[in-house]
């Protein structure tokens, strides 16, 4: 029996919640969005054709709330309720909730989700279906697992919630007793489990389709090994270098798993594989648990699953399954064409501990449809000006990359992370980077536990701090409007940035830093240089011969430049950052018309490279004049003087020992 669904109510929001508005349109489905107080103007209220307030800022009170979810959906007149990924998504009682208020579940039978929602009772189905399994006891009997390590896990739930590595028995007791309070936390239920714990291991995972009319289909899988703190980093499908039989093991597990479970719907099987063992021998590869949703690694198995030479939608397949329709294909139909490699991008500090963050997305550029970026798709929840809560999780997005092998995949989702730019938002964008870029994942060593044991190194922001005085330098030329290039000043010109001073030259190509050594500059394809206060600086720049992009956004107070998918960000001290002096020969120059407001040295005294000499009053800034080298300073102006653009304001003199020694 088929049901006809015309209004879709999405029950989440952010990247997953215009994931599935998407589809929806596509399908000519009318969507309404819901949101808290924290979300009012969010990208998914706006995409929706209706949207509707269900609480304030807090989960429990908004997007938990099951009674607020369905006195929305019947506000709207709406038929449908798509859970998403998080949230209520794995909740039993939500989908019953859905189901007894008369409107169609997109998901799997609530039966299901209760069988396979927790790990005790997930294990059940798996012996029966006769899928191999880790030993494991109830917490308090690890003799029947084995000797240690050991694995504490929460029996409900997910996430990395609730789990606890134990290397020897001084750690059980203590290991049980934390596990239980954060599974509590987390999940309402302290239950948890011990199991083997496998040091090398590969998460591989299998994606299940089924109907309501018998049909059960593997789409094939994804390999999520690149973890951190059991919390998923880079998805890939296909998953490389897994021996034939065993993959073909893992795909019949998964069928066998599903049709035990009378499963309709999306879902996923979780196996461990242990590294070293991937050989097919059913040993080296065990069941972990059943996701009963979709997805937030779904978008890879979408960019290479191939049914009939087509794409698969699997957003439309949870809509056309809930709605009674058969699958209309056969596991003969199903194929694999190319690779594909997903980044998540988190509002996190990952050089900081992995610790959230929120605040305004002052600055976002995507890849997607960047020069250069085919095979690439963004699944974004932020735009320029989105407040991202801490009251949620902390993903605002990912970027999808895909190529006819999985070199070509990784190569292009390292170019499409170099492209990404988020402003104003600590993110994780410059380390998934990193990572996709290392020789490790390049060479598929990283496993499960690998990113725990080899932290990768924090960012050196010197090259952006060279690109961030190149644009400050250019931004006051264009503010000045005395005909310099784009591409930076005629004459020299001293920035300060944070505790650093940095003369710019691009009559000589280079940056140099007081004290050190020069770096030469040069932008590549004449690539237009914000002014201060304008349009965000977006170009290639040559430091030292290697070409790199920058995103510059000059502020009257702080400046951010990205590269790598790293942002960093520079204090302008006093009252501008910018040292509007050039520099001739020894001798300081006003860059611009102005007033001379104050002189700090006196005539005769000596002084160091980057010394505050005096104070320009231009443009409606203060701006200071920096020594451009240690010296004797000689005073040409007086304090509260009109002067000319490029008067000298100030000479700087070899010292007398420097002149004996260039005597003898």
Same mark, same amino acid.
């Given at each position: 029996?088929?049901?006809?669904?015309?209004?879709?109510?999405?029950?989440?929001?952010?990247?997953?919640?215009?994931?599935?508005?998407?589809?929806?349109?596509?399908?000519?489905?009318?969507?309404?969005?819901?949101? %808290?107080?924290?979300?009012?103007?969010?990208?998914?209220?706006?995409? #929706?054709?209706?949207?509707?307030?269900?609480?304030?800022?807090?989960?429990?009170?908004?997007?938990?709330?099951?009674?607020?979810?369905?006195?929305?959906?019947?506000?709207?007149?709406?038929?449908?309720?798509?859970?998403?990924?998080?949230?209520?998504?794995?909740?039993?009682?939500?989908?019953?909730?859905?189901?007894?208020?008369?409107?169609? @579940?997109?998901?799997?039978?609530?039966?299901?989700?209760?069988?396979?929602?927790?790990?005790?009772?997930? +294990?059940?189905?798996?012996?029966?279906?006769?899928?191999?399994?880790?030993?494991?006891?109830?917490?308090?009997?690890?003799?029947?697992?084995?000797?240690?390590?050991?694995?504490?896990?929460?029996?409900?739930?997910?996430?990395?919630?609730?789990?606890?590595?134990?290397?020897?028995?001084?750690?059980?007791?203590?290991?049980?007793? #934390?596990?239980?309070?954060?599974?509590?936390?987390?999940?309402?239920?302290?239950?948890?489990?011990?199991?083997?714990?496998?040091?090398?291991?590969?998460?591989?995972?299998?994606?299940?389709?089924?109907?309501?009319?018998?049909?059960?289909?593997?789409?094939?899988?994804?390999?999520?090994?690149?973890?951190?703190?059991?919390?998923?980093?880079?998805?890939?499908?296909?998953?490389?270098?897994?021996?034939?039989?065993?993959?073909?093991?893992?795909?019949? $597990?998964?069928?066998?798993?599903?049709?035990?479970?009378?499963?309709?719907?999306?879902?996923?099987?979780?196996?461990?594989?242990?590294?070293?063992?991937?050989?097919?021998?059913?040993?080296?590869? @065990?069941?972990?648990?059943?996701?009963?949703?979709?997805?937030?690694?779904?978008?890879?198995?979408?960019?290479?699953?191939?049914?009939?030479?087509? +794409?698969?939608?699997?957003?439309?397949?949870?809509?056309?399954?809930?709605?009674?329709?058969?699958?209309?294909?056969?596991?003969?139909? !199903?194929?694999? %064409?190319?690779?594909?490699?997903?980044?998540?991008?988190?509002?996190?500090?990952?050089?900081?501990?992995?610790?959230?963050?929120?605040?305004?997305?002052?600055?976002?550029? $995507?890849?997607?449809?960047?020069?250069?970026?085919?095979?690439?798709?963004?699944?974004?929840?932020?735009?320029?000006?989105?407040?991202?809560?801490?009251?949620?999780?902390?993903?605002?997005?990912?970027?999808?990359?895909?190529?006819?092998?999985?070199?070509?995949?990784?190569?292009?989702?390292?170019?499409?992370?170099?492209?990404?730019?988020?402003?104003?938002?600590?993110?994780?964008?410059?380390?998934?980077?990193?990572?996709?870029?290392?020789?490790?994942?390049?060479?598929?060593?990283?496993?499960?536990? @690998?990113?725990?044991?080899?932290?990768?190194?924090?960012?050196?922001?010197?090259?952006?701090?060279? #690109?961030?005085?190149?644009?400050?330098?250019?931004?006051?030329?264009?503010?000045?409007?005395?005909? @310099?290039?784009?591409?930076?000043?005629?004459?020299?010109?001293?920035?300060?940035?944070?505790?650093?001073?940095?003369?710019?030259?691009?009559?000589?190509?280079?940056?140099?830093?007081?004290?050190?050594?020069?770096?030469?500059?040069?932008?590549?394809?004449?690539?237009?240089?914000?002014?201060?206060?304008?349009?965000? %600086?977006?170009?290639?720049? #040559?430091?030292?011969?290697?070409?790199?992009?920058?995103?510059?956004?000059?502020?009257?107070?702080?400046?951010?430049?990205?590269?790598?998918?790293?942002?960093?960000?520079?204090?302008?001290?006093?009252? %501008?950052?910018?040292?509007?002096?050039?520099?001739?020969?020894?001798?300081?120059?006003?860059?611009?018309?102005?007033?001379?407001?104050?002189?700090?040295?006196?005539?005769?005294?000596?002084?160091?490279?980057?010394?505050?000499?005096?104070?320009?009053?231009?443009?409606?800034?203060?701006?200071?004049?920096?020594?451009?080298?240690?010296?004797?300073?000689?005073?040409?102006?007086?304090?509260?003087?009109? !002067?000319?653009?490029?008067?000298?304001?100030?000479?700087?003199?070899?010292?007398?020992?420097?002149?004996?020694?260039?005597?003898?």
């Amino acid at each position: 029996m088929t049901t006809t669904i015309n209004t879709l109510l999405i029950a989440n929001r952010g990247e997953i919640a215009l994931r599935v508005i998407r589809t929806a349109r596509r399908l000519g489905l009318r969507t309404v969005a819901v949101y %808290s107080d924290a979300d009012a103007t969010a990208p998914h209220t706006r995409a #929706a054709d209706v949207a509707v307030r269900i609480g304030p800022t807090p989960a429990a009170e908004s997007y938990l709330s099951i009674p607020a979810l369905l006195a929305a959906a019947k506000e709207t007149g709406a038929d449908a309720v798509h859970p998403g990924y998080g949230f209520l998504s794995e909740q039993a009682d939500f989908a019953r909730a859905v189901i007894g208020a008369e409107l169609t @579940w997109v998901g799997p039978p609530p039966d299901a989700m209760d069988a396979m929602g927790r790990k005790d009772t997930a +294990r059940k189905i798996a012996e029966a279906a006769g899928v191999p399994m880790l030993a494991l006891s109830a917490a308090g009997a690890p003799g029947s697992v084995g000797s240690f390590p050991l694995l504490v896990k929460a029996a409900a739930g997910g996430g990395g919630k609730g789990m606890r590595i134990v290397r020897s028995q001084d750690e059980l007791a203590s290991s049980i007793a #934390a596990a239980r309070r954060e599974a509590a936390a987390a999940f309402g239920d302290d239950t948890v489990l011990l199991e083997r714990y496998v040091e090398r291991g590969r998460h591989v995972e299998v994606q299940i389709l089924a109907d309501e009319h018998g049909n059960v289909l593997h789409l094939h899988e994804r390999d999520c090994s690149a973890q951190r703190r059991h919390q998923k980093v880079l998805e890939e499908a296909p998953a490389p270098d897994l021996d034939p039989e065993l993959r073909d093991a893992l795909h019949e $597990w998964a069928v066998r798993l599903a049709r035990e479970v009378g499963y309709t719907g999306v879902g996923t099987a979780e196996f461990l594989v242990e590294v070293g063992n991937a050989t097919g021998s059913a040993g080296g590869a @065990w069941f972990l648990e059943m996701n009963t949703r979709l997805q937030v690694e779904h978008p890879v198995t979408e960019e290479v699953v191939r049914v009939r030479g087509e +794409r698969i939608d699997l957003v439309e397949q949870q809509l056309r399954v809930a709605a009674g329709e058969p699958l209309g294909f056969a596991q003969d139909d !199903v194929a694999v %064409s190319g690779h594909a490699i997903e980044a998540r991008i988190y509002a996190e500090d990952a050089f900081g501990g992995f610790l959230p963050q929120a605040g305004t997305a002052t600055r976002v550029r $995507w890849p997607e449809g960047s020069a250069g970026r085919d095979g690439v798709r963004v699944e974004a929840g932020i735009e320029d000006g989105t407040v991202v809560p801490a009251a949620y999780d902390p993903m605002v997005g990912k970027v999808i990359a895909r190529g006819a092998d999985r070199e070509a995949a990784r190569r292009g989702l390292v170019a499409a992370l170099d492209a990404t730019a988020i402003g104003g938002l600590v993110t994780n964008t410059g380390f998934v980077r990193a990572l996709a870029d290392s020789a490790a994942f390049r060479d598929g060593e990283v496993h499960t536990a @690998w990113l725990d044991s080899h932290p990768l190194p924090a960012p050196d922001p010197a090259s952006a701090m060279v #690109a961030a005085a190149w644009t400050v330098a250019a931004a006051a030329a264009a503010d000045g409007g005395d005909g @310099w290039r784009l591409g930076g000043p005629r004459a020299d010109t001293w920035v300060e940035l944070d505790d650093a001073v940095l003369r710019v030259s691009t009559a000589r190509g280079e940056v140099r830093r007081a004290g050190g050594p020069p770096t030469s500059c040069r932008a590549v394809g004449g690539a237009p240089v914000a002014a201060s206060g304008g349009p965000t %600086s977006d170009g290639l720049l #040559a430091l030292d011969g290697v070409t790199e992009r920058f995103t510059v956004d000059v502020g009257p107070r702080l400046i951010e430049a990205s590269t790598r998918g790293h942002t960093f960000r520079f204090v302008r001290p006093g009252a %501008s950052s910018l040292a509007a002096a050039e520099l001739s020969d020894g001798m300081v120059l006003a860059a611009m018309p102005g007033t001379l407001a104050s002189v700090e040295v006196r005539d005769g005294d000596l002084v160091v490279a980057g010394q505050s000499l005096g104070v320009l009053e231009a443009m409606k800034m203060e701006v200071a004049l920096l020594a451009p080298a240690e010296g004797v300073v000689r005073v040409r102006a007086a304090a509260g003087d009109q !002067v000319a653009a490029r008067q000298v304001l100030f000479e700087i003199e070899p010292t007398p020992q420097e002149q004996e020694a260039t005597r003898g």
